[in-house]
């Protein structure tokens, strides 16, 4: 990106007028250290490894900088048209194609190694623990003492680590339907993949919802569902007859939670998975986490209970720090406390005008 292609993208440091003078007196810019390693490295003109990865921080047709009409190096996906998020790769570690999806694992440059199904980005093992931790916590650290936990996907393992946290918890089963992102996981993202290790661990190969069907009424305390985005066959996850499916497997006021997309790119998303969710539970509520990788930087997540002891969620009555050990089981915790579970709930001031009348008739 040239000449007129940076005009108005100078560093702040320069801009904000950091300039000294040669021994003539004439002012002269000095590059910052920060701007050093950026002037000194090209964007790559192709994809040189894989056909869904493109290296650097921004894709752009190559003719915008050569002026020669060539390949576009955009991979749109229907989720979030005209944008994307590129990390540098330094290796493909691993490529193949399971029953169900392409998985590719690789190095990046700043993420550590990254993990990605059909394409989509599902964690970097830098910012990883920020999904884990408030996916898993939000919703045990809601109810007091869990025993019996179901997490819906969630085959790379760590929302097992995060669970394992909870001496509490009897079993937990998990239902994954790709063994090959588990096996990918073990091998790749040991500090993931250690989840599974727990004796109270017990893995279910196949489709959730066939298991749900199978699954004693009220058997669980929690329900996690860690899906895929709802495209294709896991559109059925977001829908009424899996939530209800999910509420029967529920205890009497049993917490369920549920990955529930991004408020700057999916709000009608949002409003629908509430909406449906309050036809089939008691209380509903809408939290976010911060996660650099994934579109738009923030994820969200739905928190139901089902009729029974009322859950509140926007304040921990079973808080990690006063759990033995918790802190630094398996691994240390890096993003989730009793303060971040508070102000996951909330809202900006778009998302609760938006929500906003579909919240307020459940419990706070």
């Excluded at 950026?38 to 869904?52: F, G, N, R, V």
């Excluded at 489709?207 to 899906?227: Q, T, W």
Aim: hydrophobic fraction near 35%; charged fraction near 25%.
């Amino acid at each position: 990106m040239e000449g007129e292609g940076v005009k108005g993208l100078g560093c702040q440091k320069i801009m904000d007028g950091n300039a000294s003078s040669n021994e003539n007196g004439v002012e002269e810019k000095t590059v910052p250290s920060c701007c050093l390693k950026a002037i000194s490295c090209l964007p790559e003109e192709d994809a040189k490894c894989h056909s869904t990865v493109v290296s650097g921080w921004f894709s752009e047709p190559p003719h915008l900088r050569s002026g020669k009409r060539g390949k576009a190096l955009y991979f749109n996906n229907p989720m979030w048209p005209g944008e994307a998020h590129s990390l540098k790769v330094e290796k493909v570690l691993f490529k193949d194609k399971s029953d169900y999806q392409e998985v590719l694992v690789f190095e990046s440059a700043t993420y550590g190694k990254v993990l990605v199904l059909d394409g989509i980005l599902q964690l970097t093992e830098k910012d990883e623990f920020a999904y884990q931790e408030m996916i898993a916590h939000l919703p045990l650290c809601s109810t007091p003492s869990p025993k019996n936990v179901l997490v819906v996907g969630g085959g790379d393992g760590g929302v097992l680590r995060e669970i394992s946290r909870h001496s509490s918890v009897e079993v937990i089963d998990i239902c994954e339907i790709d063994k090959m992102v588990i096996d990918v996981s073990k091998k790749f993202f040991p500090e993931l993949g250690v989840g599974f290790e727990d004796p109270r661990v017990h893995l279910h190969i196949g489709d959730a919802v066939e298991f749900l069907r199978k699954s004693p009424e009220g058997k669980y305390d929690a329900i996690i569902v860690d899906s895929s985005d709802p495209v294709g066959p896991a559109q059925a996850l977001v829908e009424k007859p899996f939530f209800e499916t999910l509420a029967r497997a529920l205890k009497p006021g049993g917490v369920l939670c549920n990955m529930a997309e991004s408020m700057w790119l999916h709000t009608h998303l949002i409003e629908d998975m509430i909406s449906v969710c309050r036809q089939t539970f008691k209380n509903v509520q809408y939290a976010w986490s911060s996660v650099p990788t994934y579109p738009s930087g923030v994820i969200g997540f739905i928190l139901c209970s089902t009729d029974g002891p009322a859950v509140d969620f926007k304040n921990p009555i079973n808080p990690i720090e006063k759990l033995d050990g918790a802190m630094t089981y398996k691994r240390e915790m890096k993003f989730y406390n009793s303060d971040m579970h508070r102000a996951a709930f909330a809202l900006p001031t778009f998302l609760r005008r938006e929500v906003a009348s579909l919240l307020s008739s459940s419990s706070s």
